[in-house]
């Protein structure tokens, strides 16, 4: 499936290519009647032909019958309506920016096929335009999928890199890299599209974490069952921040303060110890001396298993495949994980400047 704009393009670019076609036709055929009807040579017959389509007003190269000069007529008349054509459909493709759109849909279509280890979003209503920001603050690489046009223009007026299409679609999943991706985002306003997204998505990269967005709790359940790794509904979620705002303001400000917006001081992130980078594994976290050398602190640990545990002692041990939970500066971050390896194949995401 292609997007309408690209629909557009394609149109245009076949009709281009019909028109000229045809005039290669009716230059063939009047080439071979002249050479082969009136027995010129072939200069002479495709002289002439070319001349008679171009409508230059020479002469004849050779005298014409009546037999001639009708089909030289019709050639003309022919040659009149392809040029025409011709001629009507560039116009409007230079007036309505066809060619300009064909440039820029390339472009975009390299960029997407360039993109590594990256997030989508499908949907950019009030939910999407959010993620996005946060994304764009944190600087991760994303791309934007929605159906509508006004929408994919937003979102590329905010710089955003985005592509028009179905998102419950295979095709347009595979066009903005699900096989290389490693999150997507189903931020869509209808649950069954959300459950078709997850569907599609886990289908096609079974490894790709996928987080989506839940009216009720029946469509919570479903997408769950359908494979979504998290499933986030605006109305249970915003009311327990409410709650958690009301009875711990300071507590929220504070978590709010390190989990979003571009200006903050601190920040949190997770990394996870691969025992083939990692030199840390197997020892406890007062051997590691992670704090004394980096500043950063580890809040919980997740073990492969799933357990957590949190706030972590000195004597806790470094185990293959845990999650570390830190908090930090950004430098601080930045320090904890060069000591700790190359653990992840991009580096430590640099939040952008607001």
């Given amino acids: 499936m292609y997007s309408t704009l690209e629909k557009k393009y394609k149109l245009i670019q076949k009709e281009l290519t019909i028109g000229t076609i045809a005039l290669g036709g009716v230059f063939l055929i009047g080439t071979l009647w002249y050479r082969f009807v009136e027995n010129w040579s072939w200069e002479d017959a495709a002289y002439m032909t070319v001349i008679t389509l171009a409508t230059v007003g020479y002469g004849e190269t050779h005298p014409l019958g009546s037999r001639g000069r009708l089909f030289t007529i019709a050639l003309i008349l022919l040659g009149v309506v392809n040029i025409g054509y011709i001629v009507n459909r560039f116009t409007e493709a230079v007036i309505q920016g066809y060619f300009q759109e064909g440039i820029r849909l390339r472009q975009q279509r390299r960029l997407m096929e360039s993109l590594l280890e990256h997030y989508i979003i499908c949907g950019f209503s009030r939910t999407g335009r959010q993620i996005a920001k946060e994304f764009w603050a944190e600087g991760v690489p994303f791309v934007v999928i929605d159906s509508e046009v006004e929408s994919v223009q937003k979102a590329q007026g905010e710089g955003y890199m985005a592509y028009q299409g179905d998102a419950t679609l295979d095709d347009t999943l595979l066009r903005v890299g699900i096989e290389r991706a ?155 994980n060069q000591i700790l390896g190359p653990i992840r194949s991009q580096k430590l995401r640099k939040p952008k400047s607001s």
């Fill in 182 to 336: 490693i999150c997507i985002v189903a931020a869509l306003p209808s649950d069954a599209e959300n459950l078709y997204t997850v569907l599609s998505a886990k289908t096609l990269n079974p490894a790709i974490r996928a987080i989506a967005r839940a009216s009720t709790e029946e469509a919570l359940q479903k997408l769950q069952r359908g494979g979504a790794d998290a499933v986030i509904s605006p109305y249970i979620t915003g009311g327990k921040r409410m709650a958690a705002a009301a009875l711990r303001p300071q507590v929220m400000d504070f978590v709010d303060g390190i989990l979003t917006g571009a200006d903050r001081q601190l920040y949190m992130e997770e990394f996870l110890l691969d025992p083939a980078f990692c030199p840390f594994v197997g020892q406890t976290l007062q051997k590691a001396k992670l704090r004394s050398q980096t500043g950063g602190l580890i809040l919980a640990i997740r073990r492969i298993d799933g357990n957590l545990i949190g706030g972590p002692t000195g004597e806790t041990v470094l185990m293959p495949g845990d999650t570390l939970i830190c908090m930090g500066t950004a430098e601080q971050l930045r320090s904890l």
